[in-house]
């Protein structure tokens, strides 16, 4: 259960496409297992996409983040390449393109931070939905 006390996870995955399933199953599991169930079917795409791009542009193995801190949690996705992903315009029948606009409208914010490393992270961030407050007994 959730009870707004900082926590994080962390998930090493290689290159492959199976990673995006393992990636958007580690985030499934963790934001149940802090009773966070609204979180999930938004931060499952987004993981989607920032693996995705790490696959695809990066081609390294990369880090998957989970964590809580006050009242959000916070998506990451780090691999090895100091190319930041930049927004496209997609187009409507197009396959591809459309994953950062994705991120941007499923997060409440996002962004990239270039580590000391040679790498980057990826991150986005979820407001962490306030408990319904128990009715009065008055």
């Known amino acids: ?36 169930r609204s979180l999930v079917d938004d931060a499952r795409l987004v993981v989607s996409e920032l693996a995705t791009n790490a696959i695809r542009h990066a081609r390294t193995p990369f880090v998957v983040t989970l964590s809580r ?26 396959e591809d393109g459309r994953g950062l606009w994705i991120v941007d409208h499923l997060s409440r914010e996002w962004g990239v931070r270039m580590l000391a490393d040679g790498g980057k992270t990826a991150w986005a961030s979820f407001a962490v939905p306030h408990p319904p407050t128990p009715p009065s007994n008055g």
């Open 1 to 36: 259960m959730d009870d707004g006390i900082p926590w994080g996870h962390e998930s090493a995955l290689p290159a492959e496409p199976v990673s995006v399933a393992a990636a958007r199953s580690f985030v499934r599991q963790h934001l149940v297992e802090h009773d966070l």
């Open 69 to 94: 801190l006050d009242g959000s949690v916070t998506l990451s996705v780090s691999d090895g390449s100091q190319e930041a992903p930049t927004p496209t315009t997609a187009l409507v029948l197009a």
